[in-house]
T-cell receptor, first 112, second 111 residues
């Protein structure tokens, strides 16, 4: 069955530090992969997506993610976080019939 | 602003009641998805409509139903409400097969 695992429920980093959020997926075919961000009380906003081609994808707000087929991973990175990046981040995989399966999310806390 | 609108923003009601949540997709998007987000269950896919037709069902209770109208807006009907139905309900839209764009959500509180 298709699934998405985000192993870290909470992550805390200092402002200006680098960030990596982990995501592993289980899906038999070539996946569509997404990262969404949700600020408190808000809807989900698409950060970036991978459909095919270059395995390093760039997104909005300075985020990037790398698709590694051999590791079934799609980790999200940012070289230097800002206090405004504090939010919940969801990794997701697109499967048949346009369904998207979301991970449980990782809540990012930023230390000043 | 994703271009997806949801009304109402907040809804407070009592157990046993029925409510209707409304969603207008982005212009040109034929697909509408409904999700429920709660603290214990996370983000759960409920149902997907494409151009008026139901395409996929997820963890949607029998007390819940949805439809998509000819103008492509969608409504999610929740009946015989229970305390456990309190959650954020999101609508998303997409051009088929691509990323989904989420609305701001409706926060439902059942007292």
């Amino acid at each position: 069955a298709q699934s998405v695992t985000q192993p870290d429920i909470h992550i805390t980093v200092s402002e200006g530090a680098s960030l990596e959020l982990r995501c592993n997926y289980s899906y038999g075919a070539t996946p569509y992969l997404f990262w969404y961000v949700q600020s408190p009380g808000q809807g989900l906003q698409l950060l970036l997506k991978y459909f095919s081609g270059d395995t390093l994808v760039q997104g909005i707000k300075g985020f990037e993610a790398e698709f590694k087929r051999s590791q079934s991973s799609f980790n999200l990175r940012k070289p230097s976080v800002h206090w405004s990046d504090a939010a919940e981040y969801f990794c997701a995989v697109g499967v048949l019939n346009d369904k998207i399966i979301f991970g449980k999310g990782t809540r990012l806390h930023i230390l000043p | 602003d994703s271009g997806v609108t949801q009304t109402p923003k907040h809804l407070i009601t009592a157990t046993g009641q029925r409510v209707t949540l409304r969603c207008s997709p982005r212009s040109g998007d034929l697909s509408v998805y409904w999700y429920q987000q709660s603290l214990d269950q996370g983000l759960q896919f409920l149902i997907h409509y494409y151009n008026g037709e139901e395409r996929a069902k997820g963890n949607i209770l029998e007390r819940f139903s949805a439809q998509q109208f000819p103008d492509l807006h969608s409504e999610l009907n929740l009946s015989s409400l229970e305390l456990g139905d309190s959650a954020l309900y999101f609508c998303a839209s997409s051009i088929a097969g691509t990323e989904q764009f989420f609305g701001p959500g409706t926060r439902l509180t059942v007292l």
